[in-house]
C-alpha cells in the first residue's frame, strides 16, 4: 500500500506540474512547484560553473546553452517520475508474472517499455487490473509525448518574436541602441509620426513580451542575440 500510495503522488506530482507548466495559460502563483525547484539549484550551479569561464564568446554561450538545455532537463525530470511512479504501482500490486514479477527493477523495466510504447512482450501483466494500468500508463506516455513535442515551437515562437523586434531596433537606434540615437537619427519635423508609431509597436511588444515570459517562465533563461 505504501508503495502504491508513493507512486499514485508522484504521478500527481509530475502530470500536475507538467500540466501547470506547458498547458495552463496563466501565471502560477503558487510558491512550492516541482519546476522551481528544478531551476533554482540548477540555475546556481550552471551560473557558477560558467562565471569560471574567461569573460567573453565562451562564457556568454555557456549562459545561452542554459535554456534550450533546461527545457530538455525538465522533460527528462517528468519523465523520470512518472515511469517511476508507474513501477510503484506495479510493484505494490504485484501485477507482473514470472518469478521475478516482483523485483522492483523488472517493474520499472515494464514500466519504461509501457511508457514509451516499445511493447518487447517479455515482461507482462498478469492480473487485469495490471492489464489495465498498462494501457493507461501507454496512453499517458504518448499523449506526454505529443504534448512535450507540441510545446517547443511554442517557446521558439514566442522567442523568435521577442528577437525579430529587437533586430529591427539596430536599424533606427543603433547597435547598442540607445534612445539618443533614435532621436539623433529622427531629427527632421517630419519623423515625429514616424517614432509615435514606432513607440506604438514598442508598446505591443512590450505587453506581449510581459504576456508570454509570464506563461513561459523558462523564456527568461533564453538569453538574447543582441546586446
Known sequence: MFATLAGVLLLLLALGDAFEAMVLPRRVTRRW????????????????????????????????????????????????????????????QHTLAGDTGGEFRQCLYHSGETFFTLGYGDVTPATY???????????TGFGFMAIVIGYLPVLFQAFSRREQNIALLDARAGSPPTAGEVLRRSRRPESCREIERFLVEWEAWSAELLESHLSFPVLGYYRSQHD
Open 129 to 139: 487490473s495490471g492489464k489495465y494500468l498498462a494501457v493507461v500508463e501507454a496512453g
Open 33 to 92: 512547484r516541482l519546476t522551481r525547484l528544478f531551476y533554482r539549484p540548477a540555475w546556481v550551479l550552471w551560473r557558477n560553473a560558467a562565471l569560471r569561464l574567461p569573460a567573453g564568446r565562451n562564457r556568454q554561450n555557456a549562459f545561452s546553452i542554459f535554456g534550450p538545455l533546461s527545457v530538455l532537463g525538465l522533460f527528462g525530470c517528468w519523465i523520470f517520475l512518472l515511469i517511476h511512479g508507474f513501477a510503484l504501482i506495479y510493484w505494490g
